[in-house]
């Protein structure tokens, strides 16, 4: 079936360290949103990305989409305690119209 | 701002036991979803509504059925609650292919 595979699944990090998740997807997606959840709570939206190719940017977080809008990244810079909790990624199916969430990835700052 | 309210935080019920979880949005919203989160296993879709009384099984619908009989409410039922169904269930709605608003999540216990 169609899958989102997130990688690392875990990833333990120093303050001030950068860190890199990586969202693939089986199938084309007509558009990717990225979620974050803090340990106890529920996933909150992010950002949305919809053209191939896309590149956004929420200050220490940047975003991309790829050109095949198959896969996109997430980049946090010089990472914080606040940093910490799982990360998504999330899109529509072009032409299926499912939608799939990524297998997440839990990021762990250490101070 | 969007508001998902999920009618229990925490739940306790015994094994055989019917189980209504409701969801209420208040946005309009043509999407609502119904997710558990286990620990290692990220969300997973149980079922998918687009719209009054219509509905799409998601990735594991067995041992549930939901029921949408007005825009605003989605209901999951767990028609014979088993212990292997003791999980956090969260809700969401969304607009089309807007991103999804998430409510605060039911931990539900099966003895």
């Known amino acids: 079936g169609q899958q989102v595979m997130q990688i690392p699944q875990y990833q333990h990090v120093q303050e001030g360290e950068d860190f890199t998740t990586y969202c693939n997807s089986s199938t084309t997606l007509s558009n990717i949103q990225w979620y974050k959840q803090r340990p106890g709570g529920h996933p909150v939206f992010l950002i949305q990305?919809?053209?191939?190719?896309e590149v956004k940017k929420q200050k220490r977080l940047t975003f991309q989409f790829g050109e095949a809008k198959k896969n996109s990244s997430l980049h946090i810079t010089a990472t914080q305690t606040t940093d910490v909790g799982t990360y998504f990624c999330a899109g529509w199916s072009s032409g299926t119209y499912k939608y799939i969430f990524g297998t997440g990835t839990r990021l762990k700052v250490l101070a | 701002d969007v508001k998902v309210t999920q009618s229990s935080r925490y739940l306790v019920k015994r094994t055989g036991e019917k189980v209504f979880l409701e969801c209420v949005q208040d946005m309009d919203h043509e999407n609502m979803f119904w997710y558990r989160q286990d620990p290692g296993l990220g969300l997973r879709l149980i079922y998918f509504s687009y719209d009054v009384k219509m509905k799409e099984k998601g990735d594991i619908p067995e041992g549930y059925s939901v029921s949408r009989e007005k825009k605003e409410r989605f209901s999951l039922i767990l028609e014979s609650a088993s212990t292997n169904q003791t999980s956090m269930y969260l809700c969401a709605s969304s607009h089309r292919d807007q991103p999804q608003h998430f409510g605060d999540g039911t931990r539900l216990s099966i003895l």
């Open positions: 990305l919809v053209k191939s190719g």
